[in-house]
């Protein structure tokens, strides 16, 4: 999964992609609380 992998590199503090990385954190932070 590219995506989880991105996340965790944003969070790492690596900027790889900083328009994936906040995509995938907005939708992470979004799909997280649902979920729950």
């Known amino acids: 999964m590219p995506e989880a992998k991105s996340e965790n590199a944003g969070f790492g503090g690596k900027p790889v992609c900083p328009v994936s990385v906040f995509g995938v ?6 799909v997280i609380p649902e979920k729950i």
């Not at 954190?25 to 979004?30: A, E, H, L, P, V």
């Open 25 to 30: 954190s907005g939708n992470f932070q979004t």
